[in-house]
């Protein structure tokens, strides 16, 4: 069981936009920044956001990264096909630790 | 940058294997570094960091006393030593380059390709 919660599962169809929500506590996300990655199949996970809701230089602007309190949001908008991937949350927690979220499928239908 | 690991393989429950990490493209030293797994089908799950210098360490709970993360800035290599393996050890183990350990802003900006280690008698 992960300590960050986000759901298993977001979908869309092409050009809508899907939101995919991270859930901690004070220890993690309340207090710290949060960072994005996305995962294709037999890949290794890439940068996605950073500092809640910083870009690396060569992501596109349709995805952002948005933190309130305990909780983070990733968003997608214009979904393409090519969006297809799992995407995980992590951030640095005061027990001295690096946690995730389990991770969320985003399908695009 | 690039990071490319090494040393994964099928071991029995209480064996032990080394996994490297040759690293390239960056000022290795500069910078600390982090072991990440991924069991078959899971998430992400943080194993252990250590800092540039090499003089700070942590560990999850779940590996704690049973692993130990090393480096060597005269290579650019970073190890990962595993003991005492059991059966939800079995992962995907990524090399990764991050931030400061106890920053505020962790993140990995950088991910191996990985190594697989299963261990299973």
């Known amino acids: 069981q992960s300590v960050l919660t986000q759901p298993p599962s977001v979908s869309a169809a092409p050009g809508q936009k899907v939101t995919i929500s991270c859930s901690g506590n004070n220890s993690n996300i309340g207090n710290n920044d949060v960072a994005w990655y996305q995962q294709f199949p037999g890949a290794a996970p890439k940068l996605l956001i950073y500092?809640?809701?910083k870009r690396p230089s060569g992501i596109p602007d349709r995805f952002s990264g948005s933190k309130s309190g305990t909780s983070a949001t990733l968003a997608i908008a214009g979904l393409q096909t090519g969006d297809e991937a799992h995407y995980f949350c992590g951030t640095w927690d005061s027990s001295l630790s690096v946690v995730f979220g389990g991770g969320t499928k985003v399908t695009v239908l | 940058v690039q990071l490319l690991e090494s040393g994964g393989g099928l071991v029995q429950p209480g064996g032990s294997l080394r996994l490297s990490c040759a690293a390239s493209?960056?000022?290795?030293?500069?910078?600390?570094m982090s072991w990440v797994r991924q069991a078959p089908g899971k998430g992400l799950e943080w194993v252990a960091g250590i800092s540039g210098n090499g003089m700070i360490t942590k560990y999850a709970d779940s590996v704690r006393g049973r692993v130990t993360v090393s480096r060597d800035n005269s290579k650019n290599t970073l190890y990962l030593q595993m003991n005492s393996l059991r059966a939800e050890d079995t992962a995907e183990y990524y090399c990764a380059k991050t931030t400061p350990l106890y920053s505020s802003s962790w993140f990995v900006d950088s991910w191996g390709q990985g190594t697989l280690v299963t261990v299973s008698s």
């Open positions: 493209g960056f000022s290795f030293g500069s910078y600390a």
């Open positions: 500092d809640s809701k």
